[in-house]
């Protein structure tokens, strides 16, 4: 056979392949028009997600956009992936409540990467539901209570920081101050780590790793997965071994083996705190009843899940929360009028709290309410 010949025939089948692929593709972007729901128009790659996660783009801006077009329930595809939107409450609310047991699964993961499988995030249908509920009672308003020094003395040194810039006049840059606090409470609430993150903000090696793991969390490999499935197992074959390796994951990891074995040794090196909850949930109770002679006795979660599962608490505390608290600060900078009525309250709980402590009938820890306020430079 001759090299033309060759050429030919290995064009045919690349051409083959490329017909049938754009076949199964629209296909697959059939599904919407066929069930009759409206949707938005994919492109053969990208589906809309390109439109939707697009620089410059503000997702929620273009969710806004497409209900107003589309109405309040849609389709949109992501790369070959369906994905309906239900903006309707009483649908919402079938769908969390009544038949919640049909939806309580998230999306498969793009890619399997550990320890992300093992945790609440990635794991599914039964083994998800045993580990909720483990893990669930943990974060009881009591046991949250015991945090409630650690989260305190966090809020002490933000409000040292704030105290002396502002002193000095400076501006502060309330997100990654933030940011800062938000680490430092769930490293050591999560991870039993003390961390300085507001104080040393650029100098902080899990605070600066944190950071960069966020900011790489959607990369171009994790899109080519996205878009052509075929390269998924390929990719979680990669992952798995360079997440592992990934410096923040790696950090935690190391950290809470260490900490796991030292408690197990050490009955007085224990604290209150997420890591020491889920060690003891997991180790207090077994699957079957203690008389049963067939009673597995294993622990309710491994090693693996407790460390998974602490090393997920972090990241999903992270960035929620730092968010929640600047766009807040921002809101109450931007509507002094609120910010006042909200000092107010606060205030008015504060003295109640300290009247019943002077009373002494009841020790509490607060903070009683001193002057203060948030602003944004425009109202400097
Ligand atoms: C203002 C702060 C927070 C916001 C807005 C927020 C938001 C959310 C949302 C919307 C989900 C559901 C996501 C989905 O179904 O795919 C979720 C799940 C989750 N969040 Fe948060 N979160 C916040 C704080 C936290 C904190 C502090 C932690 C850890 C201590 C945390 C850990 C988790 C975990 C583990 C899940 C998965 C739960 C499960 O599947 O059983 N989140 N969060």
Excluded at 182 to 201: G, P
Excluded at 237 to 263: K, Q, Y
Excluded at 277 to 295: I, N, P, V
Aim: aromatic content about 8%; hydrophobic content about 40%.
């Amino acid at each position: 056979m001759g090299v033309i010949t060759l050429v030919l025939i290995l064009l045919a089948a690349v051409l083959a392949y490329v017909v049938i692929w754009v076949q199964h593709r629209r296909q697959q972007h059939a599904i919407f028009s066929r069930l009759g729901i409206p949707y938005v128009p994919p492109h053969l790659i990208y589906g809309s997600n390109h439109i939707l996660r697009g620089s410059g783009k503000i997702t929620i801006d273009v969710m806004g956009q497409w209900l107003q077009q589309y109405g309040k329930i849609f389709g949109y595809y992501i790369g070959w992936k369906p994905t309906l939107v239900v903006a309707d409450l009483d649908l919402i609310k079938t769908i969390l409540i009544k038949d919640f047991h049909n939806f309580s699964n998230r999306p498969k993961l793009v890619i399997d990467a550990q320890p992300v499988v093992n945790t609440l995030v990635g794991l599914r249908d039964q083994r998800w539901k045993d580990v909720r509920s483990v893990l669930a009672p943990t974060f009881s308003m009591v046991k949250m209570k015991h945090m409630a020094g650690i989260m305190n003395e966090k809020i002490n040194v933000l409000i040292k920081i704030i105290e002396e810039k502002s002193g000095k006049g400076e501006a502060v840059e309330m997100y990654s101050t933030f940011q800062g606090l938000t680490l430092d409470v769930i490293s050591e609430c999560a991870l039993a780590m003390k961390t300085q993150c507001q104080q040393k903000q650029n100098k902080d090696e899990l605070f600066k790793a944190v950071r960069g793991f966020l900011k790489n969390a959607i990369n171009p490999a994790i899109l080519l997965a996205l878009y052509f499935p075929y390269f998924a197992s390929l990719m979680s074959f990669f992952s798995n071994r360079l997440a592992l390796s990934g410096r923040m994951t790696r950090m935690i990891i190391d950290h809470l083996e260490g900490v796991i074995a030292v408690r197990r040794r050490d009955i007085n090196s224990r604290s209150v705190d997420v890591l020491q909850l889920m060690l003891e949930a997991a180790e207090s109770r077994y699957q079957g009843s203690e008389g049963d002679k067939d009673c597995i006795k294993h622990k309710l979660l491994t090693d693996e899940e407790i460390i998974a599962n602490a090393w997920v608490f972090m990241l999903g505390g992270f960035e929620t929360t730092a968010n929640s608290l600047t766009y807040t600060a921002y809101l109450l900078a931007t509507h002094p009028e609120v910010q006042q009525r909200l000092y107010e309250e606060v205030c008015s709980i504060s003295k109640v709290e300290k009247s019943t402590r002077d009373a002494g009938a009841m020790s509490h820890q607060g903070h009683e309410c001193h002057g203060g306020s948030v602003s944004t430079n425009r109202h400097q």
